[in-house]
């Protein structure tokens, strides 16, 4: 018998920029993605690049067609239908409904767009889990306010949420505002379309940015309940528990500072205040938040439930040796721990950590929370007969659910789980194709090339029973 709960939302998780492409069509403005290329480049963009609409290496870039969603979502939600999905979570492009982000009108083909999506969703009866802002800025902003760290990005961002609240206020219950919203300090172009010049008092700009968005994100909260009365709201943090190296209290009390950075931003926007450690960090760096009349107010206005992604645990030291071994492919900057695999990227693999994170953010915020994306980059090819056979993604995915499962019943209140790219698209880090998460194969390759034929992989059977079974069969 299955201890996953009955209405379990059992699905998967893309983001408009990776799997939509048609960045031009419908009247959409430019986002921030839309200037990253492919390759180990892809984020030293700089203020000539916005300012000039250049390309950092005129390179090839993956987000302009991505796997052309924006034409092929009804075949794509055909197939997440046959695997029985009961949620899929996409985001909404910002530059679609705001083309330039400060427009006074909405683009009303940008809103038919997600209409259509959000019905072709329920028509399967899958429930749509709406991302607000997932790594797009509209490049406008960025150019004219200097993106986040501007306030003006405030009343922007409020303004988009009305728009979008009133438009599919009877079509989507589930919400959620920034996509890994800790992003923000370690990729600050991706979270917040931060670009810094020389000089810059880089700290002090991520962390008035995140003031931003945190009174951004609890406007939106508030504007939700108001707008659409029953709806579910919530936050989105990049998740995944931080070890201590050894049992030196020091090595301790540091992976309890990492697990504070993340933390600081669901602090606020769960509890509706900046916690203490915060207001010393800013003391302790000569970090000042400008903050306006009623700001403290606004933040009140907490989440319904707690989003994240787990991909991995991180490790800590304060031995500077231990420190030299940092793993590769992680902007958490985490250490090697010499008791967990890791994959082809260098992520390390620990279901363990899921569970032990999913505890510890209940423990921590006492609110339902809701895996929104979990699963294993990695190569996979078509073999002569035309099938991919991923054996260790079923592997990956199987131990997670697992301690997921343990999780539940270590008394945790999960809502559902969406693993992250149920069919093949662009990777957020590297901008790859070749990095693939899905159960569904798409035709393309790293340069673009490829029919985007789609092909279901053994995972894709698999996946299908564990839904069917409501977990009972993993
Ligand atoms: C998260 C992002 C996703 C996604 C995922 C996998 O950080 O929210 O957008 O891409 O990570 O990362 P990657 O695509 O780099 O493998």
């Known amino acids: 018998m299955s201890i996953f709960p009955e209405g379990f939302l059992w699905g998967g998780a893309v983001a408009a920029n990776q799997v939509e492409g048609a960045y031009r069509e419908g009247g959409k403005g430019l986002t921030t993605v839309d ?38 979502y ?132 991520q962390y008035q940015a995140a003031h931003h968005q945190l009174v951004a994100s609890a406007l939106a909260v508030k504007l939700c309940h108001k707008i659409i009365p029953g709806a579910k709201i919530g936050c989105m943090l990049a998740a995944g528990t931080t070890y201590p190296y050894s049992p030196n209290p020091a090595d301790y009390l540091e992976a309890m500072d990492r697990d504070r950075d993340s933390f600081f931003f669901i602090d606020v926007q769960a509890r509706g205040a900046y916690p203490g450690y915060a207001k010393r960090f800013f003391k302790d760096n000569d970090i000042v938040i400008e903050m306006e009349p009623g700001d403290e107010e606004i933040l009140r206005h907490t989440v319904d439930y707690i989003g994240f992604s787990y991909y991995a645990s991180r490790t800590t030291s304060t031995d500077p040796e231990v420190l030299g071994k940092t793993t590769a492919g992680n902007v958490f900057g985490s250490v090697e721990n010499p008791y967990l695999p890791k994959s082809e990227w260098g992520w390390t693999i620990d279901p363990t950590g899921f569970r032990i994170t999913a505890n510890q953010l209940y423990d921590r915020y006492q609110k339902p929370l809701f895996v929104v994306e979990n ?4 190569v996979d090819t078509v073999n002569e007969e035309g099938k991919v ?20 019943e270590d008394g945790v209140e999960i809502l559902g789980y969406t693993s992250w790219g149920p069919i093949d698209l662009v990777s957020a880090s590297t901008g790859e194709m070749k990095k693939r998460y899905g159960y569904i194969y798409v035709d393309k390759d790293n340069d673009g090339n490829g029919s985007l034929k789609r092909v279901k992989k053994s995972s894709f059977h698999w996946y299908k029973k564990v839904i069917k079974t409501n977990g009972g069969s993993l």
């Open 35 to 72: 200037l990253l290329p492919i390759g180990a480049d892809r984020f030293s963009i700089m203020q000539g690049n916005i300012d000039t609409l250049e390309p950092v290496a005129g390179a090839y870039y993956p987000s302009h067609e991505a796997i052309d969603f924006y034409h092929s």
């Open 74 to 205: 009804k075949e794509d939600i055909a197939l997440f239908a046959e695997m029985g999905f009961k949620a899929l979570r996409v985001s909404i492009a910002w530059a679609r409904i705001f083309p330039h982000g400060d427009d006074e009108q909405p683009n009303e083909e940008g809103l038919q767009f997600y209409d259509d999506l959000f019905d072709e969703l329920l028509k399967y009866e899958i429930e749509p889990v709406v991302t607000m802002a997932h790594f797009d800025v509209p490049v406008h902003l960025v150019q004219k306010y200097g993106s986040w760290q501007n306030r003006a990005l405030v009343s922007f961002f409020e303004n988009y949420a009305r728009t979008i609240f009133t438009r599919y206020k009877d079509k989507v219950k589930y919400w959620m505002t920034f996509n890994e919203i800790n992003m923000l300090l370690h990729l600050p172009f991706v979270g917040a379309g931060l670009v810094f010049r020389e000089g810059d008092d880089k700290k002090q700009i």
């Open 375 to 378: 699963g294993l980059g990695a």
């Open 389 to 408: 056979e991923d054996s260790y993604r079923i592997d990956y995915l199987q131990k997670h659910l697992e301690q997921m499962r343990e999780a539940i």
